[in-house]
T-cell receptor, first 112, second 118 residues
């Protein structure tokens, strides 16, 4: 049973627009939550990592939020660019130092 | 830029053949992960090494898969014999621990090996 659920599965946005991706998790015990960007044919690249005490973290035009009480996270992309077209994966670390639970990802397509 | 290097990038083979995938972790990293990615299952952990010791390979089919780290600069994942259901992208990732904990460290992924077993 997948403990990390992402929505939407995919979305299409126009260049310059903003979008928000959602991640709900049931992983316990919680250690941290990461967002990765995966370009087609490449490995995932880390965007943000947040621990229990952090509720927001930014990396350029990417801003992640975390509500540990409701076990929800979001990734907001501001002023999207064509290069933002990728799959965005939410990952939750489960207590121990290496157990990562991966979401299925949200595929974002940015069109000119 | 430091990066994780995986070879080959693509591999097409016939069922029953042996497949070996290689990974060069980032210099200085002491943890190595092998993941498999499919459309249906997403990313799944196959094996985890710390300081070259295998700590978790519960995600690997033991009868056909094996993972090793002959030295700190090389990790290998071998499938023998390969089957069509092994077709997937295999990723290697490396990181570093502090006192044996990696929970707050970034993982660096390689570009993967796309395996097709016919």
């Amino acid at each position: 049973k997948n403990q990390v659920e992402q929505s939407p599965q995919s979305l299409i946005i126009l260049e310059g627009k903003n979008c928000t991706l959602q991640c709900n998790y049931t992983v316990s015990p919680f250690s941290n939550l990461r967002w990765y960007k995966q370009d087609t044919g490449r490995g995932p690249v880390s965007l943000t990592i947040m621990t229990f005490s952090e509720n927001t973290k930014s990396n350029g035009r990417y801003t992640a939020t975390l509500d540990a009480d409701t076990k929800q996270s979001s990734l907001h992309i501001t002023a999207s660019q064509l290069s933002d077209s990728a799959s965005y994966i939410c990952v939750v670390t489960q207590g121990s130092d290496y157990k990562l639970s991966f979401g299925a990802g949200t595929t974002v397509t940015v069109r000119a | 830029d430091a990066r994780v290097t995986q070879t080959p990038r693509h591999k097409v083979t016939e069922m029953g053949q042996e497949v070996t995938m290689r990974c060069q972790p980032i210099l200085g990293h002491n943890t190595v992960f092998w993941y498999r990615q499919t459309m249906m299952q997403g990313l799944e952990l196959l094996a985890y090494f710390r300081n070259r010791a295998p700590l978790d390979d519960s995600g690997m089919p033991k009868d056909r898969f094996s993972a090793e780290m002959p030295d700190a600069t090389l990790a290998t994942l071998k499938i023998q014999p390969s089957e069509p259901r092994d077709s997937a992208v295999y990723f290697c990732a490396s990181g570093s621990t502090q006192d044996g904990r990696t929970t707050n460290e970034k993982l660096f992924f390689g570009s993967g090996t796309q395996l097709s077993v016919l």
